[in-house]
């Protein structure tokens, strides 16, 4: 089955430690992103990527990088600049050059940071 | 810019109830508008979309048509489910390049 997997579902890690979440895609899609989501809030968008070894800053990058090495892949690094790393991160794909234009969401990482 | 309004929540609901979500957005040309739904801990899926004006979108019993003269697309269902719990997103994009803008979000509870 396609789809987008993201591991661990569950991450803990203590303050000043960097954590790399792993995103893959089956989907065959071009584009993939990062959101943030805090509880009872709403999607921040934190990196995207169009295409392979090229990405963009979202809305609140600042604290996280990204590499897009594969089509496949788009690991985000929560680094220890992140002043607030604890939230649910959520991967996003989706196709591009077309007109059906909706993202498809893997089950994403909580990542809780002590 | 462009932005996604969702009425605010949390909604609460009997079972059997008739449930209106409602969103309007603000966006330049002719965006798709989308709803995703969230359940607990987990990821959005993709509930329902509409590409055009008049278009209605809908699955699981859950409609919402674009209505480009109210910049409307609220989400509808005659008959919820417990199962129906979740929060749901209203969304916009204008083209398959542009970034997707996502409303606040709406909690459903209904209860049994």
């Known amino acids: 089955d396609g789809g987008i997997t993201q591991s661990p579902k569950y991450l803990f890690r203590k303050e000043g430690q960097n954590v790399t979440l792993s995103c893959e895609q089956n989907?065959?899609?071009?584009?993939m992103y990062w959101y943030r989501q805090d509880p009872g809030q709403g999607l921040r968008l934190i990196y995207y990527?169009?295409?392979?070894?090229?990405?963009q800053k979202g809305d609140i990058a600042e604290g996280y990088s990204v590499s897009r090495e594969k089509k496949e892949s788009f690991p985000l690094t929560v680094t220890s600049a992140q002043k607030n790393p604890t939230a649910f991160y959520l991967c996003?794909?989706?196709?591009?050059?077309?007109?059906?234009?909706?993202?498809?969401f893997g089950p994403g990482t909580r990542l809780t940071v002590t | 810019g462009d932005s996604v309004t969702q009425m605010e929540g949390p909604v609460t609901l009997s079972e059997e109830a008739f449930l209106t979500i409602n969103c309007t957005y603000t966006?330049?040309?002719?965006?798709?508008l989308f709803w995703y739904v969230q359940y607990p801990g987990e990821g959005l899926q993709l509930l329902l979309k509409a590409t055009k004006a008049d278009d209605k979108g809908s699955n699981k019993g859950f409609e919402a048509t674009y209505r480009k003269e109210t910049t409307s697309f609220h989400l509808e269902k005659g008959s919820v489910q417990v199962s129906d719990s979740a929060v749901y997103f209203c969304?916009?994009?204008?083209?398959?390049?542009?970034?997707?803008?996502f409303g606040p979000g709406t909690s459903l509870s209904v209860i049994p």
């Open positions: 969304a916009l994009s204008k083209t398959s390049y542009d970034k997707v803008i």
């Open positions: 990527s169009q295409i392979v070894n090229d990405f």
């Open positions: 989907l065959n899609h071009d584009a």
């Open positions: 996003a794909s989706r196709r591009t050059g077309t007109t059906s234009y909706e993202q498809y």
């Open positions: 966006a330049t040309g002719y965006p798709s």
